[in-house]
C-alpha cells in the first residue's frame, strides 16, 4: 500500500473482529495486533496481580506506533469499548503522521450474535471468552464521529474485509498525493 496507516476494529465479543481483520491484515500484509493475545500474554506472565484492564492497550498502542514509525501499515483487533481507546488509537496514527480507519463491527439479530458467542472456539491458550450475559452488559460507548460501521449478520466476513481493504486502499492513495 502507498501510504502506510492505522486501521482500528472494534465491537463486541463475537461479532467477528478477529476473522474480518486478519483477512484485512493479510490481504493489506499489514501488520496484526490482537489485543486478547496481548493481554493474554501478560496474565500468563504471572507478573501482575489481576487480569490487565488498560495495559494491553497500552502495549497495543506502543507497538502500533513501532510499526507505523517504519512505514507499516497496522491493523488493530480489539474491542475498542470507550472514547478513550478510540481517540488513543486515533493520537497514534496522528503522532506518525499516518491515515486512521475505524471500524465498527455489529451484529443486529441477537440470537445469531448469542449463538457465535456461545460456539466460537478460541484460538489463544489459557483465553477463557466472554459468556454470553457478560457481553449484552459489556461497558460500550456510544461512537462520537464518522466511522466504518459494517453490519456482519448481513454482510459476509469476505464481503466485510473486501469493503475495509477497498477504504485502506483509497485513504493510502489520498495520503500518497497529498
Given at each position: 500500500m502507498?501510504?502506510?496507516?492505522?486501521i482500528?476494529f472494534?465491537?463486541l465479543?463475537?461479532v467477528?473482529?478477529?476473522?474480518?481483520?486478519?483477512?484485512?491484515?493479510r490481504?493489506?500484509r499489514?501488520a496484526y495486533l490482537?489485543?486478547?493475545?496481548?493481554?493474554q500474554?501478560?496474565?500468563d506472565?504471572g507478573e501482575?496481580?489481576?487480569?490487565?484492564?488498560?495495559?494491553?492497550?497500552l502495549?497495543?498502542y506502543?507497538?502500533?506506533?513501532d510499526?507505523?514509525?517504519?512505514?507499516?501499515?497496522?491493523?488493530?483487533d480489539?474491542?475498542n469499548?470507550?472514547?478513550?481507546?478510540?481517540?488513543?488509537?486515533?493520537?497514534v496514527?496522528?503522532?506518525?503522521g499516518?491515515?486512521?480507519?475505524e471500524v465498527?463491527l455489529?451484529?443486529?439479530?441477537?440470537?445469531?450474535?448469542r449463538?457465535?458467542v456461545?460456539?466460537?472456539?478460541?484460538?489463544?491458550?489459557g483465553?477463557?471468552?466472554?459468556?454470553?450475559?457478560r457481553?449484552?452488559r459489556?461497558?460500550?460507548?456510544?461512537?462520537?464521529?464518522?466511522?466504518?460501521?459494517?453490519d456482519?449478520a448481513?454482510t459476509s466476513?469476505q464481503?466485510?474485509?473486501a469493503?475495509?481493504v477497498?477504504?485502506?486502499r483509497a485513504?493510502?492513495?489520498s495520503?500518497s498525493t497529498?
Amino acid at each position: 500500500m502507498a501510504g502506510a496507516g492505522l486501521i482500528v476494529f472494534g465491537g463486541l465479543p463475537g461479532v467477528g473482529k478477529t476473522t474480518v481483520a486478519r483477512q484485512v491484515s493479510r490481504e493489506l500484509r499489514a501488520a496484526y495486533l490482537r489485543i486478547d493475545r496481548i493481554e493474554q500474554a501478560l496474565a500468563d506472565s504471572g507478573e501482575l496481580p489481576a487480569r490487565p484492564m488498560a495495559a494491553g492497550y497500552l502495549v497495543g498502542y506502543e507497538l502500533a506506533g513501532d510499526q507505523l514509525g517504519i512505514g507499516l501499515s497496522v491493523v488493530a483487533d480489539c474491542v475498542n469499548p470507550l472514547k478513550i481507546t478510540r481517540d488513543a488509537w486515533r493520537a497514534v496514527g496522528n503522532r506518525h503522521g499516518r491515515w486512521t480507519l475505524e471500524v465498527e463491527l455489529v451484529c443486529s439479530r441477537p440470537d445469531e450474535h448469542r449463538t457465535r458467542v456461545q460456539t466460537r472456539t478460541v484460538d489463544i491458550a489459557g483465553l477463557t471468552p466472554p459468556p454470553w450475559d457478560r457481553v449484552v452488559r459489556h461497558e460500550y460507548e456510544e461512537w462520537d464521529r464518522d466511522h466504518l460501521v459494517i453490519d456482519t449478520a448481513v454482510t459476509s466476513a469476505q464481503a466485510s474485509a473486501a469493503l475495509v481493504v477497498r477504504q485502506a486502499r483509497a485513504l493510502a492513495d489520498s495520503a500518497s498525493t497529498s
